[in-house]
């Protein structure tokens, strides 16, 4: 089925280790996006990307990065983990075309840092 | 900064009943406004994409209305079910800036 495909969806990582979040679409959107959403609050924009090899911050882009080497994969990585980054991560994407804008997202991805 | 919010925070309801779920945002030079469901531990799954130029958009028991000049976006739900309960998020997308996201109201619908 066409739409967001997240890996993994749960891990626990120990303070100080370092992981990627994978994300892949297969909608041919051009912009893509990370999220994190914690309990009681709205989502908050890591980064995102408005096409392969363009990508800019968020609202809480410390402690992330992100690449675009293609269309299709936005990736994560998260580097010397801390607990302030346990969350629930969420890849979206969408059309930027005339009358577009629908997010699309993908199912998330549980991290808990310990 | 747009800032958005959305009240009540929960909403418990008998089945059958007509229910409003209201969404509030700072800056009305808005681009477009899109609600969305999100079931426990899953993603969200857009519902409703309203866009700038217009006043509603329906879809099935969803109906949707805009009112920029007062910041306003409502979700109206006729004749709920207990499949709706889940939590419903409104999201603001002002001209070249991104998608801001309310909390969110997490609806329980009561056989």
């Known amino acids: 089925n066409a739409g967001v495909t997240q890996t993994p969806k749960f891990r626990i990582l120990k303070i100080g280790q370092s992981m990627t979040l994978q994300c892949t679409q297969d909608m041919n959107h051009n912009y893509m996006y990370w999220y994190r959403q914690d309990p009681g609050m709205g989502l908050k924009l890591i980064y995102y990307s408005v096409g392969a090899g363009i990508t800019d911050k968020g609202e809480v882009p410390n402690g992330y990065n992100v690449s675009r080497s293609t269309t299709e994969d936005f990736p994560l990585r998260l580097e010397l983990a801390a607990p302030s980054q346990t969350s629930v991560y969420f890849c979206a994407s969408s059309y930027s075309g005339q009358g577009a804008n629908v997010l699309t997202f993908g199912a998330g991805s549980r991290l808990t840092v310990l | 900064k747009q800032e958005v919010t959305q009240i009540p925070a929960a909403l418990s309801v008998p089945e059958g009943e007509n229910l409003v779920l209201n969404c509030s945002f700072t800056?009305?030079?808005?681009?477009?406004l899109q609600w969305f469901r999100q079931d426990p531990g899953k993603g969200l799954t857009s519902l409703l994409l309203?866009?700038?130029?217009?006043r509603e958009q329906t879809s099935g028991r969803l109906n949707a209305s805009l009112d920029k000049s007062s910041g306003r976006s409502t979700l109206y739900i006729a004749a709920s079910q207990p499949g709706d309960s889940a939590t419903y998020l409104c999201a603001v997308k002002a001209y070249g800036q991104n998608f801001v996201f309310g909390p969110g109201t997490r609806l329980s619908v009561l056989p």
């Open positions: 309203i866009q700038s130029s217009q």
């Open positions: 800056d009305s030079a808005i681009y477009n």
